[in-house]
């Protein structure tokens, strides 16, 4: 095979291109231009001109191409290439062709059928996608091993039960600690575009792949109040521990309630404002969701909702569009907790405290006004999108809120 530099190269793969788009009859040429081969015409790259034209002219010369030059400029400039072998062209360039890829990929998808739901749709669009020869990111026909990796990681993804950390997950898998991580972006892409409880959780990719139950490290929830509860026979009496206590989320998946002295329950989102509410709120049993909470604390807490049905409950955010999801995703665990502070006028007293919205916030928080489960916020909302505002909590933390 000839050493090819890039622009022969390129030559040649556009060749190839051009030959597997559908019903192609006309003559299989590529014009020579300054805008698609911009190192041919480089007067400070002269070698690259030479020797793209001497590794062509061997492959004429197999009648694997077909050379026109400028006029007068023979052996100098080229205007265009004509493919005149494909497959002989494929062997130089151990390019496999787009119908054996297609088969390959074909292949691959057969061995996950039959699945449901979005996992289904998205096989099914694979496959119109290669019917209708359009792409099918971020899946490369041209990388086998990349493709059967994603496809295994997805499915992997749905078969999980209980959380798993994410390097366990990926040698179980995919047969090496950090191969999810190579992986990562394409599957995020996959689940945001299929998987209808993804688009909840915003851009935050941390919470969507938790929302899978895999994990970047194992968790543990902050706790704060008094709360009896047993494990394996045992009785734990959390109120104890003070300021607050540290427990693993598998621990809280085992554990049941049994009782509390506390009058409510805050969920709390950001870790400062955990700290800060800890002082102020004595009387209540405080719980840190960290963002999102994870399918662990989701459970744990629909285990506090069924066991103390008489305590009212509150969720304590930003004032923004994540601030707003949290609290979306927390009353499909636990319908009745309401926002902390819902109301509007905390604006006026936060002060030169609020950040203004940018436009995709100003979006999102359009649809969140229609958004089922967030009925009671219509008028906070409102406020938001009328004065520009958002406002983090750590912000009334400083104020004394």
């Not at 604390?297 to 923004?320: R, V």
């Not at 919205?357 to 979006?363: A, D, G, V, Y």
């Given at each position: ?218 968790e543990y929830v902050l706790l704060a109040g008094d709360l009896q509860l047993e494990l394996h026979g045992n009785r734990l009496e959390l109120g104890a521990f003070r300021p607050s206590l540290g427990l693993p989320s598998s621990m809280l998946r085992q554990a049941q309630v049994l009782d509390s002295a506390c009058t409510e329950i805050i969920t709390i ?133």
């Open positions: 095979m000839l050493n090819l530099n890039k622009t022969s190269n390129a030559i040649l793969q556009q060749l190839l291109d051009q030959h597997e788009q559908p019903e192609r009859q006309r003559v299989n040429r590529v014009q020579i231009k300054a805008a698609k081969f911009s190192r041919y015409f480089d007067d400070k790259q002269i070698d690259e001109r030479q020797q793209t034209n001497n590794y062509l002219v061997e492959l004429a010369k197999n009648q694997i191409i077909k050379l026109y030059w400028r006029k007068w400029e023979e052996g100098n400039w080229l205007e265009a290439v004509d493919l005149l072998d494909a497959a002989a062209l494929y062997r130089l360039l151990k390019r496999q062709p787009l119908a054996e890829q297609q088969q390959a990929l074909r292949t691959l998808l057969a061995e996950y059928v039959p699945v449901q739901g979005w996992l289904a749709d998205w096989l099914a669009w694979l496959e119109q996608q290669l019917i209708q020869q359009r792409s099918i990111q971020p899946l490369d026909l041209t990388d086998p091993a990349w493709n059967r990796d994603v496809l295994r990681a997805i499915y992997g993804l749905t078969q999980l039960e209980t959380p798993i950390l994410e390097r366990l997950f990926s040698v179980g898998w995919l047969g090496q600690s950090k191969r999810f991580s190579e992986l990562e972006g394409a599957v995020l892409r996959v689940l945001r575009q299929f998987a209808p409880q993804a688009k909840q959780f915003g851009d935050n990719d941390r919470a969507l792949l938790q929302a899978f139950n895999l994990e970047k490290v194992p989102e950001n870790l400062t404002s955990f700290h800060s509410m800890l002082a102020r709120q004595p009387q209540a049993l405080l719980i840190y969701t960290g963002g999102f909470a994870s399918p662990s604390l989701c459970q744990f807490l629909s285990k506090l909702a069924m066991a103390l049905p008489n305590l009212t409950w509150y969720h304590w955010g930003d004032y923004d569009v994540g601030g707003l999801r949290i609290l979306a995703h927390l009353r499909q665990h636990v319908a009745k907790i309401r926002l902390w502070q819902p109301d509007p006028a905390i604006f006026q007293r936060a002060g030169k405290a609020t950040q203004s919205l940018n436009s995709k916030e100003r979006q999102s928080l359009t649809e969140l006004q229609q958004h089922p489960l967030l009925y009671d916020c219509q008028a906070l909302i409102g406020a938001m999108l009328e004065q520009n505002i958002k406002l983090e909590q750590e912000q009334l933390d400083l104020l004394g809120h």
